[in-house]
């Protein structure tokens, strides 16, 4: 009996494995293969195979080594302030009495709208001449801020559009955590007469812990496969300042058409967030218990 | 995609004959020209009974969804639109069908096309893959209203000498660009994005100092003294005398500026200058024109040639169908009706056409503009080179680099490639 429940798991599974294994698993044993030859579009085929040498080749390129620093760089400022304004917001919200839904829609609307259009609008709204931005900062007085002609402020302009677009990922996520909290622990705290800071301090964060290791972790996936507004927004530029990694492993793809870099370098992503991803499942596993 | 058979429900259960109907598929970019494609098809269907569906998209999409269609030995695309620096990618891939036996069969003439276009989007190595379809050779847009000033031309023959006018060499322009930077005007505005964007203006501004991109033996030549001229000029105009952002500006943001009456000039693409002249999108319309980018000396132009052509790929459906195609939109009724509509001709014969040149008074100067100018390095790898040089320009502009060191950095991957490509013999 039971093995034929087993049958009939396996039987209804099928189509689902199935569909996962040509649209998922199949691209990634192709590329981790491809890494492994000198495999170009111009000259499509697996005849020269080169070992280690695509990888050995990523690893001692310096505009690569750039991009993974750059993204580094880029991922622990956008977590780190995501996470410091999702969770003043998150807090905040928690306490809310009313309007708490109307909150959350003007909060969501960002982080619905494609990643595209977030690029092209900002791109309008923060055009060093006709931009919105620019002229109001004139009316008080400010001169024009050049936000993605110059090196550092388009690293910090990028980020904070990425920030404005995402940061509500963060509070949703954390403010579920905190919706979940016991009660008990504050009343306590209360008749013992600890302050605000305090029971933030001593309550929240230890019990918030584990959502706040899941949080951090899915976002980090995520801002390390930043694509779409460097792709709309800067082009990497100016100079390399905001060349991520992500954009540098497609333009090796579609641009150099050198498909065994291209694939070795995007295994050395996939390592890193396979990586991050292990951690993710342990911090849930324990969120679980 | 195969040529569909379409058998109307009535007929086949009537058991009456089958009515075929080719289709074809081509990608082509969102510009001016294509929407001119568009508006005749019509006209085109109706002759053959083939449709035509068009698929427009953005520039920076066409390269990534061509490549897996090429690849492949059996495409969606029937014929495909080519930018002229993918031609040496397409050519040593094999990507493109030769005409030579189609254009013989049918009698069709290439000799009324520019020679510079059948070059640059034409011929390779002695064969012909594809016919040049539009040009957007890059010329020198300029406000005639602030020429004609005359406060403008006082303050200039003071400043000067001599009188105020369209440039005839580079270092006039310059001295313009300089002159005109006042009262919330700007001397010029740039396009800096990289990669392609910076790439190709800065190569107007090479040529125009009298430089060139290789010597006969493909080694680079860019980084010369000439070429870090070129580019210390470039990064000039971009921190003195134009707006602040120009370096990450990209052709349609640059436009907007100089449309709206913000800058003196902007060297771009030549199909901009009948957007100029429309109101709905610009505050100068009657009050700019174009010209050839000027050179060291009055006789030498500045500027940057470019074109797209069409051709059959290897992995087209229907070549015969596409073929049909491409004979019926370059006929020489289809091009100059395209040019009557406000197309970029490639055909000596719609240059020279009176109703077109009555209709558009600058078809002459953008002739003169097009006979002069000069042409990127097209070879295997231009995709990449054009990616490096708009790197090291980019790191150059935002002061990461000195000019000499982006040059001679840009120069190093340049002569990699083309060792790599088999062009040092």
Redesign the interface.
Known sequence: MERRDRRFGWMLSAPGLLLLGAVVLFPIVWAGLTSFFDYTLLMPGYDSFVGIGNYRMAAGQGEFLHSAWITLLFVVAVVAIQFVIGMVVALALNDARRGKSVYYLILLCPLLINPVVVGLMWRMILHPTLGIVNWLLGTVGIAPVNWLGAPDMAFWTVVLVDIWHQVSFMVVLLLAGLSALPTEPYEAARCDGATAFQRFWHITLPLMRPVIIVTLLIRMIFAIKTYDIIYIMTRGGPGVATDLISYFIYRRAFVSLDLGQACAMAVMLLVVIAGMTAMLWRAMRQVGE | MRPHILIPFGAFAMGAGAVQAQSINILMEAVPDTTYVQELLPEFEEATGIDVNLEVVNY?EM??KL?PQL?SNSGSYSAIVVDFYWVG?FY??GWMQPLDDRIEADGFDTSVYVPAMMDLVGEVEGTTYMLPFYNYAMGLLYRTDLLEDEANRTAWKEEHGSELRPPETWDEYRDQVAFFTKDGIYGVVNQ????DPIAMEWSNYLFAHGGTFMDETWHATFNSDEGVAALKAYIANIDQYG???????SFD?AF??FS?G?AYSYITYNFFRAAVDDPSQSSVAGAAEIMGVPGPTPGEGGSLNGAWGWAIPRSSPDPDAAWEFLKWVESPEIAKRRALMGGSPTRLDVFDDAEVIAEYPQTEALKELLLGAHNFPTF?YT??FV?VL??EL??A?????SAREALDAAAEEFDALAERDGRRG
């Open positions: 920076a390269h990534t490549v690849v990618e040593r891939a800096g994005l990289r990669p707006p602040v952002g120009a370096a990450s500006f943001e907007n500026v709206q913000q295997t995709p990449q990616e708009g790197r980019s790191l502009v935002a002061g990461e680099k």
